[in-house]
């Protein structure tokens, strides 16, 4: 069989050839002039090459393909999650109130969820020491005096008791309190702005761990 003769076998058995297509094949078996017959071939086989591609493709809507909903906090929390694993955990931040703490401007409180459970902790931007003590409570009334976890190079302290039982006092207050008494300065205060948090976590009680 002839290079011509090979070329037209192809494509008019082609799976992606059809009735629609014939004409424009026809009319490449008409032209005389060898190279421009060639030629014609490799230009119908690239356009019904990709009007076979296009076809193949499905409009998929976002909402279909996004598992974790936008984040929604109320007051001054923010939310934010791990980008390694965004359906498992959340973060819930508070940044102190600096016209009523003596802590560093950027300590803050948060909350971490992941899978049932809920971390609470204050990020004091200090050494404050390995055997730490820390008085919080509502702002006006007496604290509770408590011995916290440390982590994060001994700056950092951890609520070591029942999250669910801190959490439930926290909905009820406005401002919340914590006092620790670093090795090397002065008492750290840091005044936390803490209404909203109720209807912050709400829709992550499960992830939370919280009734």
């Not at 009319?27 to 014609?40: F, G, K, M, T």
């Not at 803050?108 to 404050?128: F, H, N, P, T, V």
Request: net charge negative; proline share 3%; glycine share 6%.
């Amino acid at each position: 069989m002839s290079k011509k003769g090979w070329i037209t076998a192809l494509l008019l058995t082609a799976p992606w050839v059809h009735a629609a297509e014939q004409d424009s094949l026809n009319r490449c078996v008409a032209v005389v002039d060898h190279l421009e017959r060639l030629q014609c071939y490799d230009s119908t086989m690239r356009e019904l090459q990709n009007k076979d591609s296009s076809a193949q493709i499905e409009a998929v809507e976002n909402t279909a393909v996004v598992a974790v909903a936008p984040l929604v906090a109320t007051g001054a929390w923010t939310l934010k999650r791990d980008a390694e694993d965004e359906e498992n955990n959340l973060i819930a931040q508070l940044k102190v109130d600096p016209t009523d703490s003596s802590a560093p401007q950027g300590t803050s409180l948060s909350i971490k969820c992941r899978k049932g459970s809920a971390e609470i902790s204050i990020a004091w931007l200090a050494y404050i020491g390995r055997d730490v003590y820390v008085t919080s409570g509502e702002k006006g009334q007496k604290g509770k005096r408590e011995n916290w976890r440390l982590k994060d190079n001994d700056t950092t302290s951890v609520y070591p008791f029942d999250s669910q039982d801190l959490i439930n006092r926290l909905y009820g207050m406005d401002y919340y309190l914590a006092q620790v008494q670093p090795v090397s300065d002065g008492a750290l205060v840091a005044s936390f702005n803490v209404s909203g948090l109720e209807e912050t976590l709400r829709p992550y009680k499960d992830l939370c761990g919280l009734k």
